[in-house]
């Protein structure tokens, strides 16, 4: 019996039904307006406007000098919008509930987010290729279309859609609370420390932010192709266990032909497999001769020397001649 923990999680019950998210009308009218303030943003630098404006105020204000006790911790608490590591960790938490649930669902969809995000944010940044503040040549300017790859923030999308992806796979309302509590501070925080650190223009991190909730916003439209990806992963895993079910050799048919067992004898050089039976009432078939690559063994000899006993030899000891006198 087993009393490890992973005995009792097997015990525990499953969720009885997962809700899966759906384009409602109040999150199709968060995605219309998170759209608008998207493209507001994006027509704002590229005119150069107050926004613009506000970039250059708050690059030359130098947070990071205001406040240098506070450069250590933000240089560790950035990294939560790092792709790589933090894509493993909540790729760790969602394995263990696929694991938990019985279904691929929380992993594809994190996958389908991260996808989404790489596409879409990537094309905004080489497109557009605004300079980043420690790069900028001139005062004022928007720096746009210059080979840079710093608009929308990287940093804060990946941190809204990373760790969003925990709230919008919640089961219970309670949990999506809370979740998304979490996500948001985690992502604003990750936003503001960029401005601090001086890597993003505020402008950018709103960009960011607006991409970020468009990719989970959106992302019940995935939901048919998740649920089709499932579906072809467990059917190929199905047909792999199959295969591996199936016997080495293939079965006999009722009253088909059957394999005629043989028996082996030595002639001389040669070694003759004679059948016993018939194979499929079609006779016995000839018998298979094989010429030896190597000789017989002899048959031992054995050996000429009289044999000893305990009461001495069999043969009767030789007589002396008899002597006259």
Known sequence: MRTDIFARLDREPEPPKIEIPR????????????????????????????????????????????????????????????????????????????????????????????????????????????????????????????????????????????????????????????LSALSAVVALGVGLTTVYLGTHWLSDVLLGWAAGLLILLGLPWCEPLIARSEAMVFAVREQLRARRRQAPSLPVAAGGPRPAAYRTRLTGPEEVREPVGTAGGTGCPAPVRTTLTQPRPHAVVRSERTPVTPAGTRRPPRSRPLTGG
């Open 23 to 178: 384009m409602s009308r109040t999150r199709l009218a968060l995605f219309g307006g998170t759209s608008a303030f998207y493209l507001a943003i994006v027509v704002a630098v590229l005119v150069s406007s107050w926004l613009v404006t506000l970039d250059w105020k708050v690059m030359l204000f130098r947070p990071y000098q205001q406040w240098p006790e506070l450069h250590a911790t933000l240089d560790y608490f950035v990294v939560l919008g790092q792709r790589g590591p933090t894509a493993v960790m909540v790729a760790a938490w969602l394995g263990w509930r696929s694991w938990r649930q019985h279904t691929l669902r929380p992993l594809l969809a994190l996958g389908a987010a991260l996808l989404l995000l790489n596409v879409t944010v990537g094309a905004v940044k080489l497109g557009l290729g605004r300079l980043g503040p420690h790069y900028a040549t001139r005062i004022g300017s928007a720096e746009m279309f210059a080979g840079g790859d710093i608009f929308p923030s990287g940093h804060t999308a990946n941190a809204v859609v990373t760790w969003g992806i925990l709230a919008y796979l919640a089961t219970t309302p309670r949990a999506r609370r809370y």
